[in-house]
């Protein structure tokens, strides 16, 4: 049995099961991937599950490990996982908590609803466009005329990432496989390199390097198009989490 149970291979997810280790406290963080296990270390009072689960699978894990609270630290755009979540704390009467990722959305950049708003547009735009959507959008992103040559795509590192995006027809030359968050100056030499004229992006806040990002597109004369984030439950922020830990109430 643990005392928390958080849910995030995410930067905040990570620095959560750190500080949740530091204190001392019994805790378990779920990852999805191999990947994101490697970059947590396990051990003390810290341990790692490394699957993907459905709602069924959260539901008999909170049951087995009777958290006292439930913390979801995942992605702010993947709201499937969080709703799984929430139903989750709900069938077994856990006490659920979202880590909010704070919004640095500008008014500069072009926000979209869906990705089918932002195709459309796509389609209707010239030029070399710079995706770090993910490899998840990469089949829809096909959809766009001359994707082949027209998009470079920056992914995580994962086998799996990279076979979806070769499959949805993108040529390995297109595709850059890195764990973020980049520097400004790393994300303009990409752009750079890449001759991309538009950005297309999620609204990931500070700890997903968003910041940086529109820095660099605003150097290299990029238009910005962004992915609407979903709403977020009400919640705290990681630094917000970080001095309940620190302070001992959470």
Known sequence: MVDILLFGGTTEGRVLAEA???????????????????LLEEGGSLAVHAERLDEAAM????????PRLVLDATHPYADDVSRSIQNACAATGMEYRRVRRESQMEADC??????????????????????????????????????????????????????????AGFPAKHIICMQGPFSE???EAM????????L???????AGGFAEKLAAARNCGMTVAVLAR???ADG????????RIEEGTI
């Open 20 to 38: 949740l280790k530091k204190k001392g406290i019994p805790a378990m963080v779920c990852v999805a991937t191999e990947y994101g296990e490697s």
């Open 59 to 66: 539901a008999a894990l909170m049951e087995r490990e009777r």
């Open 110 to 167: 072009l926000s979209f609803p869906d990705m089918a708003a932002l195709i459309s547009w796509l389609s209707g735009q010239e030029g070399v466009i710079f995706s770090s959507l993910g490899s998840k959008e990469a089949r829809a992103l096909s959809a766009v005329p001359g994707s082949e040559e027209r998009i470079w795509l920056r992914i995580l590192p994962s086998q799996k990432g990279l076979e979806d995006c070769l499959s």
């Open 185 to 187: 100056k790393l994300n």
């Open 191 to 198: 752009f750079r390199a890449a001759g991309a004229n538009i």
């Open 200 to 206: 297309i992006t999620k609204e990931s806040g500070r």
């Open 230 to 232: 979903p709403r977020d």
């Open 236 to 243: 705290l922020t990681a630094a917000e989490w970080l001095r």
